[in-house]
């Protein structure tokens, strides 16, 4: 059942807490709605409109939600060909749910630290899936000093239910505590090529440091190499790797028709963002955000440094984003070519739309529940996958 409420105000810890703190914070300060003309929360309506803020009341929404399933934790969902579905569970648990509802488990899947914001958590099929059967899995790969992004490619064999000839292709290498690891995969509309993001794990500095993995978006050959044409692919290792840098938790990216890259990411204490990918741009993270830390002190804003690349749109409160689609189905005409966005903070889902290279803020539903991911489906429905483990699917209202 759909309901509406106040827009959330996320409550942040301190970035000194542990891994495990931080989760726990990620999961409870989401749930806590603060009174909506409170001192802490202004009347978001009233709030006078600027340039580039996407912040909006709830509006009616325009679908019939209804359960059909449940998972552990769950992370993110892919659908396949014969519109069965794959999703993970922050656990390790790889889970296919077939067309009839009837949910398995695939075996083979790497090891995890699960711990905090950890675990198995994106999964992508190849674009030559219907050949290959191949699919690739991003996760926090346990080491001896802690967890660190690794991505593998493996084989799913649908007949025995398991990965096979599975192979870690890319790891970041830099292992230690900490969360946000971003780890949405996507592939170039050419099929060529892999994106993939990933986090800075609330360790600052890696994201402006060119030699470290972290707070980049990543551009790969599908055996995860540096792809050439990358911006800075003659200088070798994570530099030849790197397609765009400065982000703190790159959440979900997608292609729209027009070849334009969008992403959205997970600021501080506000300052949440959606961003217009360019190749060999620098999106200031942490020099500077539209949010501020979570201890309270200040981080300039955007406009202060012109010479990064500033946000289209961005939520100050924050709505914490998390997976996002390009629609492009016929079940909902008037959303078609537009952005949806998972929200946690704001427990909903953000509607935007696109002309060109500008974004615009449209609606926002508000779920009474914090949406993981969202995906559509082969028939033009949307589904999500809400935090709490169960599987919506949204169809018109009648």
């Known amino acids: 059942m759909l309901r509406l409420a106040p827009v959330a105000l996320l409550i942040a810890t301190a970035c000194s807490a542990s891994p495990e703190d931080q989760n726990r914070a990620e999961r409870t300060n989401a749930s806590t709605r603060v009174p909506r003309n409170s001192p802490l929360q202004p009347d978001i309506a009233n709030i006078p409109a600027t340039a580039g803020r ?22 993110a969902m892919v659908f396949l060909p014969d519109s069965s579905l794959l999703v993970t569970e922050k656990a390790g648990r790889l889970r296919l749910r077939a067309v009839d509802g009837s949910v398995v488990t695939i075996t083979g899947t790497p090891p995890v630290a699960s711990g905090g914001q ?23 790969e346990p080491g001896a000093d802690g967890s660190a992004l690794a991505l593998m490619r493996a084989t799913l064999d649908i007949r025995t239910k398991r990965l096979t000839s599975a192979k870690v292709i890319w790891r970041s290498g830099m292992y230690g505590p900490g969360g946000q690891f971003g780890a949405n995969i996507l592939f170039s509309p050419d099929g060529r090529y892999l994106f993939l993001s990933s986090g800075e794990r609330q360790r600052f500095t890696p994201a402006q440091d060119p030699k470290q993995a972290l707070g980049k978006i990543l551009r790969l050959t599908l055996d995860g190499k540096a792809a ?3 911006p800075m692919y003659d200088k070798g290792g994570v530099e030849a790797m790197t ?6 938790n790159p959440y979900g990216m997608v292609f729209a028709p027009d070849g334009r890259l969008w992403e959205e990411e997970m600021g501080p204490r506000g300052g949440d963002e959606l961003n217009l990918i360019v190749a060999g741009k620098n999106y200031g993270w942490p020099i500077v955000s539209n949010g501020d830390n979570y201890s309270g002190q200040p981080i300039p804003d955007h406009p202060s440094r012109p010479d990064f690349e500033a946000p289209k749109l961005w939520w100050n409160p924050s709505i914490s984003p998390t997976g996002m689609i390009y629609y492009s189905g016929d079940m909902f005409p008037a959303l078609k070519g537009s952005l949806l966005i998972g929200a946690m903070s704001d427990a909903g889902l953000m509607h935007v739309t696109l002309s060109g290279d500008r974004a615009k803020p449209a609606h926002f539903w508000d779920f009474g529940a914090r949406i993981r991911d969202i995906a559509q489906a082969p028939d033009g429905s949307i589904w999500l996958l809400q935090d709490e483990g169960k599987l919506v699917r949204l169809t018109p209202k009648s």
């Open 54 to 75: 996407a912040n909006l009341p709830p509006s009616a929404p325009p679908f019939t939600a209804t359960t059909i399933g449940a998972f552990d934790e769950p992370f």
């Open 228 to 230: 050439p044409g990358n």
């Open 243 to 248: 397609w765009s840098t400065g982000h703190r």
């Open 118 to 140: 950890g675990g198995l958590l994106d999964v992508a099929i190849a674009p030559d899936f219907a050949t290959s059967k191949s699919i690739y899995l991003s996760y926090s």
